[in-house]
């Protein structure tokens, strides 16, 4: 596609499950991020996959979160037993290499 | 650490005035650059980027931004605002190892 999609748009569940989180970065784009953005924490950087490279993970909040990226392209992020503390956008950004990042319209997350 | 401090939180500027939003930067070295937009519900837009060269950036939408090593400063700016420059914008800042740091944002409202 023409930009970065992301799936679903909007996901609530309640506390306690998990949720997967999709990303479709641009197509030819070797790098892909997932950024939480929250009122409390403003934008804050989770995980980046740069092709075959391991995974910076730094980001990440917890153990319950994880993300995997598949054949190079589509990515799921899995937050495992959800808490209220997890509810806000994921956004997704993919790039050449390391040049400028596109961002999808994001997920809403809530968790009741 | 990088980070980035956007000085202000909310913005209200009339329709056809001039816009200017504050971005302070911290980075040992030269930084890549960054301005994004985001409207409600939506993603963030690029604006424009610095990642060497002329410091007056010119982007898209009719905004322009200047880096000022000395001041450690990336102000956006806008000569004439429309009302659908009303959003949240973002300034971010970037070094080789690709991860952004995001400022808190700030809201331009425009008023008719």
């Known amino acids: 596609g023409a930009g970065v999609s992301q799936s679903p748009s909007n996901k609530v569940t309640e506390k306690g499950k998990d949720v997967e989180l999709r990303c479709d970065p641009i197509?030819?784009?070797?790098?892909l991020y997932w950024y939480r953005q929250s009122l409390g924490q403003g934008l804050e950087f989770l995980i980046y996959?740069?092709?075959?490279?391991?995974?910076?993970k730094s980001g990440l909040p917890s153990d319950r979160f994880s993300a995997e990226r598949t054949g190079g392209s589509v990515s799921t992020l899995t937050i495992q037993r959800t808490q209220q503390e997890d509810s806000a956008v994921y956004l997704c950004?993919?790039?050449?290499?390391?040049?400028?990042?596109?961002f999808g319209p994001g997920t809403r997350l809530t968790v009741l | 650490a990088q980070s980035v401090t956007q000085p202000d939180i909310h913005i209200t500027v009339s329709e056809g005035a001039s816009l200017e939003l504050r971005c302070n930067y911290s980075?040992?070295?030269?930084?890549?650059l960054f301005w994004y937009v985001q409207s409600p519900g939506q993603g963030l837009q690029l604006l424009l980027k610095?990642?060497?060269?002329?410091?007056l950036v010119q982007g898209i939408k009719g905004f322009e931004a200047e880096f000022k090593r000395s001041q450690s400063s990336f102000n956006l700016r806008k000569p004439s605002v429309h009302w659908s420059d009303a959003a949240e914008y973002f300034c971010?800042?970037?070094?080789?190892?690709?991860?952004?740091?995001f400022g808190a944002g700030t809201t331009v409202t425009v008023r008719a």
């Open positions: 950004a993919s790039s050449l290499a390391e040049d400028t990042q596109y």
């Open positions: 197509s030819g784009h070797t790098a």
């Open positions: 996959f740069q092709g075959n490279s391991a995974p910076d």
């Open positions: 980075y040992g070295a030269t930084p890549y």
């Open positions: 610095y990642f060497s060269g002329d410091t």
């Open positions: 971010a800042v970037g070094d080789y190892d690709y991860k952004l740091s």
